[in-house]
């Protein structure tokens, strides 16, 4: 049985590999912060299982910015793969804690890098690397596209890659970034604009709110479908030499497409609710990210089937079913 050490487990992202790998047979670890209140919503169907939780599913308290106690952890479970999913991830908010995004996103991968250097122990790591790092570099974007980050998270990821290529290089770690494109689902949180789009327009469609307030309309993303990015974050770490890889779907769509989408999935004219306030914009715009996964594709033999038109309704409908 192979283990693996998740962090952000608790995310959207760790709760779709969590499932992923215990449906390969996998003993998962999860690492989550020490909070008064628990915040492990999207596992808690897993946790609440007697067959799986503590039996295949064990959670441990850490913290990416305690490299002693990841020390610590990789030494004790000796993990076969190590997937690093922590991070401040909202993009806004890195512009109000630009230090503490940058300690959890950047030193903290280097804190994890480091961890299983010093233990010897044989991990192989994936990095979540993110299309924040190519920020105002025109689109399509690949593994051979210049970087230029144009926010605090978007160089803490930065960072956080060549950190893990060098690890790759100069130690040789069996360590893999993903360069992964905005993915959405069910699970993704309330502050992100897909997930505030979805919400709002099944609660307007409801009667349960009045408008959406909303900033760029303009900003052109690729949404992919999170479930199956999980799968292209195992395969990078199945081939036999450890390398980067864009994850994509090669399709752009505008927030305010996205809103179209989102609406028309419950018969609504999106306009007659939507207004505009500059406090949701960045002080520095990212206007396009489009991913090209033919690498993907070609050597890892991964791609996606969902698009973000039929993604934007199955989030709308997944709202109205949890109002109902």
């Not at 952890?73 to 997937?83: G, R």
């Not at 991830?89 to 903290?108: I, K």
């Not at 408008?211 to 199956?228: C, F, K, S, V």
Request: glycine share 8%; net charge negative.
């Amino acid at each position: 049985m192979k283990k693996a050490l998740i962090t952000g487990i608790t995310g959207q992202d760790g709760s779709y590999l969590t499932e992923l790998l215990l449906e390969k047979g996998y003993e998962v670890h999860g690492i989550i912060r020490r909070a008064s209140n628990f915040n492990t919503q999207r596992i808690d169907h897993l946790i609440e299982n007697p067959e799986i939780y503590n039996q295949k599913l064990f959670l441990h308290y850490g913290d990416m910015t305690d490299g002693s106690r990841l020390v610590t952890l990789i030494a004790k479970l000796a993990p076969d793969e190590v997937y690093n999913l922590a991070a401040q991830s909202h993009v806004r908010v890195s512009f109000d804690e630009p230090e503490y995004t940058g300690d959890t996103v950047g030193l903290g991968t280097t804190r994890l890098l480091e961890a299983i250097r010093i233990t010897g122990v044989n991990s192989k790591f994936y990095q979540a690397s993110s299309s924040e790092m190519f920020g105002a570099t025109p689109p399509p974007q690949n593994e051979e596209t210049p970087f230029y980050p144009r926010s605090p998270y978007g160089a803490a990821k930065l960072y956080s890659y060549w950190m893990t290529k060098n690890y790759r290089e100069a130690y040789g770690l069996f360590a893999c970034n993903g360069i992964l494109f905005n993915h959405e689902s069910e699970r993704r949180g309330e502050t992100f604009v897909t997930q505030k789009i979805a919400l709002g327009a099944a609660r307007i469609a409801q009667g349960k709110q009045k408008e959406l307030i909303l900033g760029n309309l303009d900003a052109i993303r690729d949404w992919g479908y999170a479930p199956e990015y999980g799968e292209g974050m195992w395969r990078m770490l199945q081939h036999s030499t450890p390398d980067d890889y864009v994850l994509a779907t090669n399709t752009g769509y505008s927030v305010r497409e996205f809103l179209k989408f989102a609406f028309d999935t419950v018969n609504l004219d999106w306009e007659k609710y939507v207004k505009f306030d500059q406090r949701y914009e960045r002080p520095t715009e990212v206007d396009a990210l489009i991913g090209d996964y033919s690498k993907a594709e070609k050597i890892l033999k991964w791609k996606p089937s969902i698009l973000t038109p039929q993604l934007a309704s199955i989030m709308v409908k997944n709202n109205l079913n949890l109002a109902q």
